[in-house]
């Protein structure tokens, strides 16, 4: 975006940046916010009537960036609702979004994933593999408590 735009030229083109993707309240705030002819009263403005005419807004935006996140790039509930909250989502929002994800679909998930870690992984004993195995899953956002059900699910059907 220009460093100079006045209200009106603002306004569409942010109308045309949201319309060819999702975007939140934070990430256009942000980005109005690099014009130094646009103050706070300007820029609420311009959110508001974006938010009026649908061009933005932020359960749209949540539903789908759960989606995206957790389908392609495997992220876990704790990763998207850290991620959501630095874009200052609303926890009621997110915390309805992440409620839509299947429980089965999401321990599948991380079945597979850690079942495709530990092709990677060495380590000295069972100990220290399944530390190792947590530690990723973690990263990518997954709960301790699911984390150990998958490990001891795998590991009786192993026995």
Request: proline share 1%; aromatic share 10%.
């Amino acid at each position: 975006m220009k460093s100079r735009m006045t209200e009106n030229e603002a306004l569409s083109s942010m109308a045309a940046y949201c319309s060819k993707a999702e975007h939140c309240r934070f990430e256009i705030r942000n980005k109005l916010l690099q014009n130094d002819e646009l103050n706070d009263e300007a820029i609420e403005r311009i959110l508001n009537r974006l938010e009026n005419e649908n061009f933005i807004n932020d359960e749209r935006y949540t539903r789908s960036f759960v989606n995206d996140k957790f389908r392609f790039f495997k992220w876990g509930k704790m990763k998207i609702k850290q991620a959501l909250y630095l874009k200052q989502i609303p926890s009621e929002i997110v915390n309805k979004q992440l409620s839509e994800i299947d429980e089965k679909e999401y321990l599948f998930v991380l079945h597979h994933l850690l079942e495709a870690k530990k092709k990677t992984i060495s380590a000295k004993n069972q100990y220290e593999y399944n530390i190792k195995l947590i530690r990723y899953a973690m990263g990518k956002g997954f709960d301790l408590e699911d984390i150990k059900q998958c490990l001891e699910k795998q590991q009786k059907t192993k026995a």
